[in-house]
């Protein structure tokens, strides 16, 4: 392979991967506090839409991002009510906000536009590249690190931060330990409820930037179904990276040069039909699922939050 | 300064006739009212939109006197598959498998039935070409097919370990494209002017319409023979489920999986069963899409009835009878939904809308059956009133 179709797919695969690296280390916070929200994918499609009209009606492609992620979070809050205050099913809860999520989308996408019209096909404002000077013009990661929007950048901070957070802090320790034990950590004091909240919320406000990325960066504009179904990724790749924020962006870059490599194919035309193509995320999110599955040691030694997905009511304590 | 009330949920020792059926009902209108924010923001008058949706999802009493049932048929017609999926997802979710995938499972169950019309007649010439042989052998491919599709996740999870939530899910993704690769490629029509369809299925391969049927005549429209099925199966599931051993072990995994396999009862065993049974209903749902209405593979399968059926299942609360009911009227939503954009305008999107907010206040609504809220006036300095200080 030549250096210059490797450069070009990490280039892809970076800036495909990066609302991936975003929603998954947001789930990964509220799994590992024991919350389990499978409403990612509404999450990310509701901060996709809001943020774009946003961005679209202000003509500033920051204040999409903040919508979003204030979107993002006020749904991952109704999951937290729903869950924590009023015990529903974890499971079923996360579904409804996804189908919430996409209904809801849907809807806005067609009467937020210009004069309560539709959405679809405008063109509006996104980010731009930044090619930091010097670096972007490196061989093989210059294209793909260095020649990148502001978003793909504030991964180099969000990820080392997310990981030195949750394993080298106090409150990240305090969060693990309401995701392995809730009684046990309300025992000693450290609360349950806030963090489970807190953190719930900010899972939430990551989607949503995640899925502003989409509209404002990677496809520009909004189209219906926009997130393609990125959202379950997302809650596949949590399993992958093993609740460890710095393995997310080893998953997330495997299944955006997925994305890459597809792309390619189908511009250098292949006679592979397109959609034995578009089928093979979903058949690597399956394989990989397999793959972590069966390595029962990784799973014994960095497995998931024993607490996932148990309620915790202080006055039923078992 | 403290809030002046503590709110504390206590459980209801005994859940009253009313409180399970009130509690539900005022989810529903809790739901609407969240609708009814929405639109109001969207420039729509709350009232007379629910107004307008429900003419459009029933008709009107001046059309049923004129013997004009179009609206209550058209409602039928779309809550069909939502029986179907409903069911399947509830069976599933009855042994807590969480079975996201029945959009790809009627699916595959309606390419299999594409293929045993179009392709099995060329195939098999002697097979007499009647609806009494086409029918019967369309549902057994699409039951298999739906199977096949569900079994191969449940095989994953039980030998494997493998999170069937997304196992399902990425099935759905998979079954999909392939369907869409069909009929726009190998499958295509190659008389269809370059339209994305397969061929029209031979005659004796669809399933016939009300108006073709003695009594149910009565009816006409788009209403065929799939309803009937539906709703057969609905009762069938409800005898297996709830009067049979079978249904009983299914029922106790769900509720208490370490009691039941103490008690001998094979995880394994029931989850094949389960997924074969709910994998199968789901492709039958395909079926009956393509061969009571379009009598072709083309697009405009996969428009989420496999998410929506979650839906009626759980506001069924996994019950197969329930399920019909809550399946026609989520199907209202959407006939009601689709009339809005053609009277006033309104983007159809707002059923899903609805469909997602009923489901999530009947869910957190759910903590007021199981418990009461118990509020009790606090006052400042002195603890809790009528608690010993």
Redesign the interface.
């Known amino acids: 392979m030549d250096l210059d179709l490797v450069t070009s797919i990490l280039a892809i695969a970076t800036f495909a991967g990066a609302s991936l690296v975003l929603a998954t280390i947001g789930e990964i916070f509220t799994e590992r506090v024991g919350i389990l929200n ?1 409403g990612v994918e509404g999450m990310m499609i509701m901060g996709a839409v809001t943020g774009f009209a946003t961005a679209y009606r202000t003509n500033n492609v920051w204040l999409g991002v903040v919508v979003a992620g204030i979107v993002g979070g006020l749904m991952a809050l ?1 999951h937290a ?2 869950t924590i205050t ?4 974890q ?3 996360g ?3 996804t ?6 989308a ?2 806005l996408g ?2 937020i536009g210009p004069d ?1 019209g539709p959405l679809v096909g405008l063109t509006g404002p996104k980010f731009t590249k930044w090619p930091i000077p010097g670096l972007s013009s490196l061989p093989l990661v210059g294209e793909g690190f260095f020649n990148q929007d502001p978003i793909v950048y504030s991964l180099f901070v969000v990820v080392p931060v997310s990981w030195y957070f949750l394993y080298k802090t106090r409150p990240g320790l305090y969060l693990r330990a309401v995701g392995e034990s809730a009684s046990t950590s309300d025992a000693v004091g450290v609360s349950v409820f806030g963090r489970r909240y807190g953190y719930t919320v900010l899972g939430g406000v990551m989607a949503g930037v995640a899925g502003s990325h989409l509209s404002l960066s990677y496809t520009p504009g909004w189209t219906e179904n926009l997130t393609g ?1 990125r959202g ?1 990724i997302v ?2 790749l949590v ?1 992958f990276a093993t609740w460890n924020p710095a393995r997310a962006v080893v998953g997330a870059l495997l299944f955006g040069g997925v994305n890459a490599i597809q792309f390619r194919l189908q511009a250098e035309g292949t006679n592979l ?1 397109a ?2 193509l ?2 093979s995320p ?2 690597l ?2 394989l990989v ?2 793959l972590i ?2 390595t029962d040691k990784l799973r014994q030694t960095i497995g998931a939050p024993a607490g996932l997905g148990i309620p915790y ?1 202080r ?2 304590r078992e | 300064m403290s809030f002046p009330w503590k709110f ?2 206590e ?1 209801r020792l005994e859940v009253s006739r009313w409180v399970s059926w009130g509690v539900p009902t005022l989810s529903v209108l809790a739901a609407f009212f969240f609708g009814g924010i ?1 639109l109001s923001l ?2 729509a008058p709350p009232i007379e939109t629910y107004r307008a949706m429900a003419a459009g999802a029933f008709g009107s009493i001046s059309e049923w006197a004129d013997g004009n049932f179009f609206a209550v048929t058209e409602t039928l017609v779309r809550a069909t598959p939502l029986i179907f999926t409903g069911l399947a997802v509830a069976m599933a979710f009855r042994m807590l498998f ?1 079975n ?1 995938g029945t959009e790809g499972q009627l699916v595959m169950g309606a390419i299999a039935g594409t293929w045993v019309a179009i392709y099995l007649p060329d195939l098999l010439p002697w097979l007499p070409q009647t609806r009494w042989v086409y029918i019967p052998v369309g549902i057994i491919a699409a039951t298999i097919a739906g199977a096949f599709w569900a079994f191969i996740p449940a095989i ?1 999870k039980v030998k ?4 069937e ?3 399902t ?3 759905n ?2 079954a999909i ?2 369907y ?2 069909l009929y726009t ?1 190998p499958w295509k029509d190659p008389e269809g002017f370059g339209f994305p369809g397969s061929a029209q299925f031979p005659e004796f391969s669809w399933f016939p319409k009300f108006s073709e049927i003695p009594v149910l005549n009565v009816l006409s429209g788009r209403i065929h023979f799939g309803f009937i099925i539906a709703v057969v199966i609905a009762g069938v599931l409800w005898v297996v489920m709830d009067k049979t051993r079978r249904g009983y072990e299914v029922r106790l995994l769900g509720e208490n999986t370490n009691a039941a396999q103490y008690a001998g009862i094979s995880v394994i065993k029931n989850v094949l069963f389960v997924m074969i049974l709910s994998g199968g209903v789901a492709g039958i749902a395909g079926l009956s899409e393509v061969a009571g209405l379009g009598h072709r593979l083309q697009a405009g399968l996969d428009v989420g009835n496999g ?2 059926g ?2 009626v299942a ?1 506001i069924a609360k996994l019950r197969p009878l329930s399920v019909v009911i809550v399946a026609i009227l989520m199907a209202a939503l959407f006939v009601g939904g689709d009339q809005l954009q053609i009277s006033l305008g ?2 159809s ?9 009923i ?2 206040s009947v ?5 007021f059956t ?2 009461r809220l118990k509020i009790t006036r606090v006052v400042v300095g002195a603890g809790v009133v009528g608690e010993e200080a």
Do not use: C, K
């Open positions: 499978l109704v009510f729903a009023l015990r529903a099913d499971i079923v809860s579904l409804a906000i189908l919430l999520g996409t209904g809801l849907s809807f067609q009467v309560g179904g379950w809650i596949a399993i039909p959609s034995i578009n089928m979903y058949i999110t399956v699922l397999i599955t069966r009511h006055e039923e | 504390e949920l459980r929405i969207a420039g969480w996201i994953m494997l370990g493998v999170n939530i997304i196992s899910l990425m099935f993704y998979i494209l392939l869409q690769q490629g998410f929506t979650i839906i759980w309104l983007p999107s707002i059923s899903s809308v609805l469909q997602g907010a489901l999530l869910l957190s609504g759910d903590v199981r418990y």
